[in-house]
């Protein structure tokens, strides 16, 4: 297994799952997007660290953790970890993948989630719509099934700008990290590889159900279904909040970190 330092491991019923485990107080879980790690939220972990105990795992198949060889549900190692660790109820904040494996955790284990944070996402079953996206994710799964790496992490960066500007319009340092990080998933698997995650079904429908704060984080570039879907959330809550990042595309928290932290700070000081 590929390792990062500082991590430690969990032992779950199929294989080690890495986390970053750090400060102390009120728990905040940070759940890194697609392809990436824990390392996503760089900018995020000391800022919060200062006043809580901030977990970020890498979820199973990516980073530094197992890959799976049964079915499985992030949401389900997440509760795992918690448990093991006796931690929680926590904030769970989550990007993209990350923030729909949050809906999905307070869905299905809602003793473990006192509020829930989610930035470029909604619940699990969003699905995007406008042609621009489609066609990135169409290049995703072309470039994946010929092998060519390359032009895989090419596509996966051209998301990371988005439509309305060019990658050379996004700090390089950025991208940079973005590609090692996902280069370092991809390594991980073969393109023959089952999957075998098993989706958590009827989440919009049981969106009323959340009894915790929700609070929505957009970059202003996102996609407008996207955008829709995380207010519909927002909507469909008790206590739903939202906020945009303006200038910023589907990795607000690296773009924009100084400004993405004050939002969550102040969000974690209002519960």
Known sequence: ????????????????????????????????????????????????AAHHRVIAPDVRGHGSSANATE?????????????????????????????AIATDTVLEHPDLARAVVVCGAATSEFEYTDPWTRRILAEFTRTLGTGDIEGWLNAFVRGAAGEHRGTDAVDPDILRRLREMALHTLSKHTPDEKDRRVPVTGTWDRVPTIDVPVLAVNGSLEPVDLTAAAERLVRGVRDGRSATIEGAGHYACMERPELFNEILLGFLRTL
Do not use: C, K
Not at 10 to 18: E, K, N, Q, R, V
């Open 1 to 48: 297994m590929n390792t990062v330092a500082g991590l430690r491991y969990f032992t779950s019923s199929d294989g080690d799952l890495a986390y970053h485990d750090s400060g102390a107080g009120d728990l905040v879980v940070l759940l890194h997007s697609g392809f990436v790690d824990h390392r996503l939220f760089e900018r995020q972990i000391p800022a919060l």
């Open 71 to 99: 079915p499985f549900r992030w949401a389900d190692d997440l509760a795992a970890l918690l448990r093991h660790l006796d931690a929680g109820p926590a904030v769970l904040v989550g990007v993209s993948m990350g923030g």
